[in-house]
């Protein structure tokens, strides 16, 4: 599957922002999507992830109940909306595809470009 990450810009905290993954093919549904970011001088962490049918989805601590993860398979969509955005959000945010739930970023076989989100203080 391919990936192609989209929406990321600059905002000023407290701001909101709602990043775009688009995938192609026809077997979206089947994965377990994935959002990770990489900071500037850190490694790239995972934020949030969302099984195939929605029924379950998962965040990093830093972003739980203010990130929220969804995905339109009809339209091979997976998307993050982000509120309250602080000045530790900012980092090129990444979509990934894998088999099975997992938030290791190993377990991801397919990733996006990614997108970058700057957030001002």
């Known amino acids: 599957v391919q990936l192609q990450a989209s929406g990321g810009g600059l905002v000023q905290a407290g701001g909101s922002l709602r990043l775009s993954c688009a995938a192609s093919?026809?077997?979206?549904?089947?994965?377990?999507m994935g959002w990770f970011r990489r900071a500037p001088g850190k490694e790239r962490e995972f934020v949030a992830a969302?099984?195939?049918?929605?029924?379950?989805?998962y965040y990093s601590d830093s972003v739980k109940g203010r990130f929220t993860v969804s995905r339109d398979n009809g339209k091979n969509m997976l998307y993050l909306q982000m509120n309250s955005l602080k000045p530790g959000d900012t980092a090129v945010y990444y979509c990934?595809?894998?088999?099975?739930?997992?938030?290791?970023?190993?377990?991801?076989?397919?990733w996006g470009q990614g997108t970058q989100v700057t957030v001002s203080s």
């Open positions: 990934a595809a894998g088999n099975i739930p997992n938030m290791a970023e190993n377990a991801y076989h397919s």
């Open positions: 969302i099984t195939g049918s929605s029924t379950r989805s």
């Open positions: 093919g026809r077997t979206f549904s089947r994965y377990f």
